[in-house]
């Protein structure tokens, strides 16, 4: 029998702890710790509800973009440039304002919770960024960590559903923290950081748009 990589043993630890602790944080207390989008059950045919990592005691604040509106369409320019898309893969920018005072720092993911893979998907993630930060460009505060998207690559990947698909929902969320830094590494699956991220979430602020071909 040929022995398994450390690579492929390295991830099913991983996996494993991270199974082992979303059991134990829905074991914590009777019903578990109840999260904003919490759902139970099958959400229709290829589809399963997928609990947020955001607690229903965090604040909310406001996220507003020059590049799209909430509840509108991704423009061409912020689309990928990737799995059969040629958008310009150009990173959304983003300003906020009304945060909890005692935010340490800040979190921005982008997540497709209508991605046909019984999990949605990453596009974006980075956390690390400094509190007293009120928007981000394209060039990001120093001390930012820029972290992995679900296609293994570093950075914003823009929405490109499957050509004759639904319509994808796509959430920017951008999430105050109580601590200044997630000690993370950049290389730390998208997945991973938020389940990390979960237990440090005091506030959030998000913007949805939509992307269909």
Same mark, same amino acid.
């Given at each position: ?73 991704? %423009? ?82 823009? %929405? ?19 601590? %200044?830094?997630?000690?993370? %590494? ?28």
């Amino acid at each position: 029998m040929k022995r398994p990589s450390r690579r492929t043993t390295a991830l099913a630890t991983t996996a494993a702890v991270l199974a082992a602790g979303l059991t134990l944080t829905a074991a914590a207390s009777p019903g578990g710790t109840r999260h904003h989008g919490a759902g139970d059950g099958d959400g229709g045919y290829g589809f399963v509800d997928v609990r947020a990592g955001v607690p229903d005691a965090a604040a909310r604040f406001t996220v507003t973009s020059p590049d799209l509106r909430n509840g509108g369409r991704f %423009p061409a320019g912020a689309w990928a440039n990737a799995f059969g898309c040629s958008g310009g893969n150009r990173q959304v920018r983003l300003a906020w304002h009304g945060a909890p005072a005692d935010t340490r720092s800040y979190a921005v993911t982008m997540f497709d919770p209508d991605a046909p893979t019984g999990a949605g998907f990453w596009h974006w993630t980075t956390w690390d960024i400094p509190a007293t930060t009120t928007g981000l460009d394209t060039t990001p505060p120093p001390g930012t960590v820029t972290g992995t998207n679900d296609a293994g690559a570093t950075g914003y990947l823009g %929405p490109c559903p499957g050509a004759g698909d639904i319509t994808h929902r796509y959430q920017i969320t951008v999430y105050a923290l109580d601590t %200044p830094t997630l000690g993370l %590494p950049a290389t730390t699956p998208p997945t991973v950081t938020a389940f990390t991220m979960s237990s440090h979430v005091i506030g959030y602020a998000r913007l949805t748009a939509d992307a269909r071909r």
